[in-house]
């Protein structure tokens, strides 16, 4: 079993409506989070970094952290078309490296 | 300066070609790391530098061979690579240095390397 696993896509969406990208984990050692915005062909872009349980906004996402329940949530509001991209989850304990999920395809329609 | 630079953005080489890949940070950032990825694939860890010694080696070929001439600096020698090494390379830095804690990375856009 994966140490994370993230919520297999492709996933599509008309322009407009909220998007919700999920990981689970199971190493409870796991205490920062990370989101990342992959395009095609380019280098993950951080989007979002949380520390612990709890929830985190920047404009159009949130960042959600259910330690309790190992899982951890990114939301996109009214999404966009430019927000097509692959998104990836990380983590990582206080020492040691960052875990990745294996990403979910966003495609987002006009 | 918030980002990480990295060339050549594409690379062809052949099994027997000797190359280097450059990547470059002036955010003062303490860690810089090597990835390898592969399509639809998540970053893989190949090397981690902290304060500009070799903290992790995840098991590597010895086909690659990095190297870090400064704090700003880090280099990906390639030689006699395989096809199968073909992927894009990412190089990320991070602030603080590997095992403090909150140290999120931020990558570059990488390099596309094809080897024939």
């Known amino acids: 079993q994966k140490e994370v696993e993230q919520d297999p896509g492709p996933l599509s969406v008309p322009e407009g409506v909220i998007v919700s990208l999920n990981c689970t984990y199971s190493?409870?050692?796991?205490?920062?989070f990370m989101w990342y915005r992959q395009y095609s062909r380019k280098g993950p872009e951080l989007l979002m970094y949380?520390?612990?349980?709890g929830n985190k906004e920047d404009g159009r996402f949130t960042a959600q952290v259910d330690k309790s329940s190992k899982y951890i949530s990114l939301f996109i509001r009214d999404s966009q078309p430019s927000d097509s991209a692959t998104y990836l989850c990380?983590?990582?304990?206080?020492?040691?490296?960052?875990?990745f999920g294996d990403g979910t395809t966003l495609t987002v329609k006009p | 300066d918030t980002e990480v630079t990295q060339t050549p953005k594409h690379l062809v080489m052949g099994m027997t070609n000797k190359k280097s890949l450059k990547c470059e940070q002036h955010m003062g950032h303490r860690a810089m790391y090597w990835y390898k990825q592969k399509a639809k694939k998540p970053p893989e860890l190949m090397f981690v530098?902290?304060?500009?010694?070799?903290?992790i080696n995840e098991s590597v070929p010895s086909r690659f061979s990095p190297e870090c001439p400064n704090s700003s600096l880090l280099n990906l020698h390639l030689h006699a690579l395989q096809p199968e090494d073909s992927a894009l390379y990412l190089c990320?830095?991070?602030?603080?240095?590997?095992?403090?804690?909150?140290?999120?990375?931020?990558f570059g856009p990488g390099t596309r390397l094809t080897v024939l």
């Open positions: 990320a830095s991070s602030p603080i240095g590997r095992g403090t804690g909150a140290d999120t990375q931020y």
């Open positions: 990380a983590m990582r304990p206080w020492e040691g490296k960052s875990t």
């Open positions: 530098y902290s304060y500009e010694k070799l903290s």
């Open positions: 949380t520390y612990s349980s």
């Open positions: 190493n409870s050692a796991f205490q920062y």
